[in-house]
């Protein structure tokens, strides 16, 4: 059984900041990618930043140089610090891992139960 549990979300004003934590806990062998999803209402979930164990991150073009994704593979924690934020980053933000839960397993995607992120104009 493999859980990832987030923290960190809330109301922020728009130009504020927030950062993001998510765990992963339970039979884990390995975790290749980690990263965040996020869905606004009425719209599809997108990825928003994504990081491999070897430390390459992939970010979307709207949250280029306002956000960083980290991880501590230590810890199989990810985070996301969110700067500058604008209204258009209202959003219930999920927290995404493929990984192994033994050795010769296969990878699959784990994903939290998602926090909200609503910033205000």
């Known amino acids: 059984q493999v859980q990832l549990v987030e923290s960190g979300g809330g109301l922020v004003q728009a130009g504020g900041s927030l950062r993001l934590s998510c765990s992963a806990s339970?039979?884990?062998?390995?975790?290749?990618?980690m990263g965040w999803y996020r869905q606004a209402p009425g719209k599809q979930r997108e990825l928003v930043a994504a990081?491999?164990?070897?430390?390459?991150?992939n970010y979307a073009a709207s949250v280029k140089g306002r956000f960083t994704v980290s991880r501590d593979n230590a810890k199989n924690t990810v985070y996301l610090q969110m700067n500058s934020l604008k209204p258009e980053d209202t959003a219930v933000y999920y927290c995404n891992a493929d990984l192994k839960t033994a050795r010769f397993g296969t990878n699959y995607n784990y994903w939290g139960q998602g926090t909200q992120v609503t910033v205000s104009s």
């Open positions: 990081i491999t164990s070897g430390g390459t991150t």
């Open positions: 339970g039979t884990i062998f390995s975790i290749n990618a």
